[in-house]
C-alpha cells in the first residue's frame, strides 16, 4: 500500500426533508449567496420553492442564476462569476447534478481573480483560495457533491477540462434520497453507470496490497448492481434510492483510493466524447470502459480475474483465467444493456468520424499520455475508440 493522508472536509446531511434545514446551514457560512441551479428540474419538482423559503427564513439574501446543461459550459461560469463581484456574494450554492455542482465549483475559484477561470483548467496554475460551495444533490452519478473535482466544457474548440483542487470540497452536501423520484430512466442509467466506473478507475491499479480497498470498492460496486435494477423499476422506492445515494457519493470521495493509484484513462478518453458530441457521461463511460477493459485485459488478467470472480459471480476457469476475465467484461455489458445504456458509439448515436481528433486532444497532441494501470498513448487511445465504435 502507498503512503497516503486523507482528509475529506465535507459536512453530509443526508435523509428525508433534509433540504429544508439548507437556510440555517448556509447562515453559518454566508448572508449573501449565488444560488445556481439547472434547466429546470427543480422549479417543476418544487424543491426551488422550498429552498428559497428556507434561505428567507434563516434571513439569507441571493442572487439565483438558472440554466446550467448536462456538461457544464464555461459562458454561464463567466455570468456567475460576474454576479458573484458585482453583489460581493459570500458561498455558491449548487442545487442539482454533478453539472450544477461543478458549473458552481468554477464559480466559486473565478470570484476570487481577476484571470479567466479556464486557465486552471488549461494546467496555468492552481487557485490559492475559492468561495465556499455547498450543494443539494438531486442525481446520484458524478460524485461532486464530496469530491475535489470539476469539469467544464469551453464552447470554442469543445474542450472538456477538469480541474482538482482542495479549495472546492463543498462545506456541506444535503443528501436527501427523495429528491430522486422524479429522475427519467436514462439519467438513472447513466448514474449507475457513472458510480461504477468511479469504482473501477480505482479498482484497476498496479500497487499490491490493498485488499481492504478492494474489498471496499467491491461492496461499492455490488451495492450498484443490486439497486440499480430497483430504482429503474420503482423510481420511488426510497430505501434502494437511499442506498444508491450513499453509495455513490462514498465511490468518489477518495476514501476507497487510500494507498492506491487509480487509473483514470476511461474517464479522460470519455470527456473527448462528450466535449464534441454533447452526450451524457455516464452514457460515453458504458461505450469506453468495456472497449478500454479488453485492451489493457492482458496487463494484468489476475486483477481482471479477482474481479470477475468477486463482483460478477463469475465462476473461476483455473485453465483459462482469460476467459474467466472476458465472461466479467460481458456481464458488466449486459448489466448496462439491462440499464437501457448503448455499449458501442454506433449505439450511442455517435458518428465515429472524430477518432483521431479525440486521441489527439486526449493525449495533447500526444505529448502525454492517459491512465496508470496502463499507460496510453495517442495510438492507443485511437485504438480504444476503434474497439468501442
Ligand atoms: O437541468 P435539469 O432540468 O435539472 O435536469 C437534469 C439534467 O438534464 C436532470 N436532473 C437532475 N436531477 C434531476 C433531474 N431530472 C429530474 N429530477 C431530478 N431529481 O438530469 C440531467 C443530468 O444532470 P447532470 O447534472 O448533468 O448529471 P450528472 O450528475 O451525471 O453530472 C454530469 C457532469 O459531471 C461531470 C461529468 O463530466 C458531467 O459534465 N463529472 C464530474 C465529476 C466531479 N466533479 O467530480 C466527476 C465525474 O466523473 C464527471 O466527470
Ligand atoms: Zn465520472
Known sequence: MDNFEHRIPTKIIFGKGTENAVGAEVAKHAKRILLHFGGGSVRTTGLLDRVTASLKAAGVDWVELGGVKPNPRLSLVH???????????????????????????AIAMGALIDNDVWDFYLGKGAPIAALPVA????IPAAGSEMSTGTVITKEEGDLKRAVNSELIYPVFSILNPEL????PRFQIACGAMDIMAHLMERYFTNVKHVG??????EATMKTIIAEAPKVMANPKNYDAWAEFMWAGTIAHNNLLNTGRVGDWASHAIEHEISGIYDVAHGAGLAVVFPAWMRYTLRHDVERFVQWAVR??????DVFDPE???????????????GLGL??????????????????????DGDTQQVGNFVMLGKSDVAAILRLAA
Open 79 to 105: 455570468e456567475g462569476v460576474r454576479l458573484c463581484k458585482e453583489h460581493r456574494l459570500e458561498l455558491v450554492l449548487a442545487v442539482g447534478g454533478g453539472s450544477v455542482i461543478d458549473s458552481s465549483k
Open 135 to 138: 450543494t443539494i444533490l438531486t
Open 180 to 183: 430522486c423520484f422524479t429522475l
Open 212 to 217: 481492504f480497498t478492494d474489498r471496499l470498492l
Open 311 to 316: 463482483v460478477w459471480n463469475v465462476e473461476l
Open 323 to 337: 476467459a474467466t476475465a472476458r465472461k466479467g467484461i460481458e456481464r458488466m455489458e449486459a448489466f448496462y444493456k
Open 342 to 363: 448503448a455499449v458501442t458509439l454506433d449505439g450511442l448515436g455517435v458518428a465515429a468520424d472524430r477518432i483521431e481528433e479525440m486521441a489527439d486532444k486526449c493525449t
